[in-house]
């Protein structure tokens, strides 16, 4: 299977031999930089390792859910552009013979191109290398070789993503007016829902909690920061958002394709929360938006912006635990399975806090087979779940996400009678758009009342001093 058959980008044509050598000119100058510490000194060290020790020993394929889900394709194996770009540098950057040299044309360069994007970036592949390798990383490198040096990137997260992003202060498109009234909505509905008055407040200065949504959860999931709402009010927390640009959306696309937007995006936010001189961010539920503000901001942040980041499992379970909000499991009484997203698990190690809380909220929990930081990604990571330009979304569903559909089918095997509402806690809103996309194809919401949503909402449902019922809108 090609992947040019399941387009991910709009790739240029050259028409003549002039433009491919222009063509080609230009991603020689990237592999460049890739390779010199003063352009990629956040990464050329794990790159460098993963170039120049992998012994092929294929252990990450079979850990590889894309590859697996494939049927076993070899092009979708993590080595196989990982063995592309390992001869292009020893031919073009080392100047070494190289056995089995390819040739560097423009087929090759466009192959290259389409295969950054037939990866999830969930790193299961480096949890499994003995080596260290990191084959995803690979994938993200040539990303940003292609998006920084030649302009290629998918419209979805660059044009229609983080562009908008900048210009309006939020990938939705949704600038702080619309913000305000979305959550005055929002407001109103969660009053009347739970029976607890909800006012969300904006740009407290000293709060104890700037709290930064993901915007795709205010346009198409408003029950979650809803829920949050709910949940920090009802527990007395000092909280705020803040109207800046930028920073009352999570969302930073650059961390799946181009490091130069990912900075730009990081910066404002940070910038947003000193000027309201809160104590800590916290950050819903959105999975890269935990690595992004987290572990790969702090490459960049100089000690006068290194705020105190946490996230919002942490959060929940303080909140939870210390019975500031007193719960009543009884009323989560169906079956409840927890996906954990890679870039919290895998990638920053936040897996227990999730479960702690729906311990504590929920009777029946069933684990997905592996969990934690052995998950499998959902298949809409590193800005999939976003992306269905041409036949796409067909491998999305199909392959990418073929592994997890097989996971939560396994967790509710025991309990698939359609009389019984079932529910995936999906704490990350990339997570959930997939698992939207992979419940409809398949037929599962209507056949075997299979739901999904975060983690928030089973809180809220589950609170003693709110209405009973707060999910009922998802059984109908």
């Not at 390819?102 to 191109?113: C, F, I, Q």
């Not at 607890?196 to 700037?210: F, R």
């Not at 809409?380 to 979304?393: E, W």
Request: overall charge positive.
């Amino acid at each position: 299977m090609s992947p040019d058959r399941y387009s991910a980008l709009a790739l240029p044509q050259p028409q003549s031999p002039a433009e491919e050598r222009e063509l080609l000119r230009a991603f020689l100058g990237g592999l460049e930089k890739l390779f010199r510490r003063q352009d990629n000194w956040t990464f050329l060290r794990p790159l460098l390792i993963t170039v120049e020790h992998c012994v092929r020993c294929q252990t990450c394929s079979e850990a590889c859910h894309i590859f697996t889900g494939s049927g076993r394709q070899e092009i979708y194996r993590p080595t196989y552009r990982s063995e592309i770009l390992r001869r292009l540098y020893f031919k073009y950057i080392q100047h070494r013979r190289w056995q089995g040299a390819v040739e560097l044309d423009w087929s090759t360069v466009a192959t290259l191109a389409e295969l950054a994007y037939r990866c999830n970036l969930c790193r299961r592949c480096a949890q499994a290398c003995p080596m260290g390798a990191d084959n995803g990383l690979v994938a993200h490198e040539l990303r940003k070789l292609f998006s920084q040096e030649m302009g290629i990137a998918p419209k979805e997260l660059h044009a229609a993503g983080s562009l908008v992003q900048l210009r309006t202060g939020s990938s939705t498109g949704m600038n702080p007016a619309a913000a305000r009234d979305n959550f005055d909505f929002i407001d109103q509905e969660m009053t009347e829902k739970t029976g607890i008055p909800v006012k969300t407040p904006w740009d407290v200065e000293g709060a104890d909690v700037l709290l930064i949504h993901n915007a795709g959860e205010v346009l198409s999931w408003p029950e979650n920061p809803g829920a949050f709402a709910v949940m920090l009010t009802a527990a007395g927390v000092s909280w705020t958002l803040s109207s800046d640009l930028t920073a009352y959306d999570a969302v930073n696309y650059g961390l799946w394709y181009d490091d130069v937007q990912f900075a730009r995006v990081a910066l404002r936010q940070i910038e947003a929360a000193r000027k309201l001189k809160v104590k800590r961010i916290v950050i819903g539920e959105c999975g890269h938006a935990h690595k992004a503000l987290t572990v790969v901001a702090d490459r960049l942040l100089p000690s006068d912006l290194n705020l105190p980041r946490e996230s919002s499992m942490t959060l929940m379970r303080d909140l939870v635990l210390s019975g500031r909000l007193p719960v009543d499991p009884a009323r989560n009484a169906f079956p409840v399975t927890l996906h954990d997203p890679c870039n919290m698990a895998r990638l920053m190690g936040i897996a227990e806090p999730q479960r702690e809380v729906l311990r504590a909220v929920c009777p029946d929990i069933r684990e997905m087979s592996p969990n934690r930081t052995d998950n499998y990604c959902c298949g809409g990571g590193s800005g999939f779940a976003l992306m269905s330009g041409k036949t796409f979304l067909d491998w999305r569903l199909e392959i990418a996400g073929a592994k997890k559909m097989e996971q939560v089918l396994g967790a509710f095997a025991a309990c698939m009678d359609p009389s019984i509402p079932k529910y995936i806690c999906a704490p990350c809103s990339n997570c959930k758009a997939q698992f939207r996309d992979l419940l409809a194809r398949r037929g599962l919401w209507k056949s075997n009342r299979i739901f999904y949503g975060g983690l928030a909402e089973l809180v809220v449902n589950a609170m003693r001093d709110a209405k009973p019922g707060f999910l009922e809108w998802e059984w109908r």
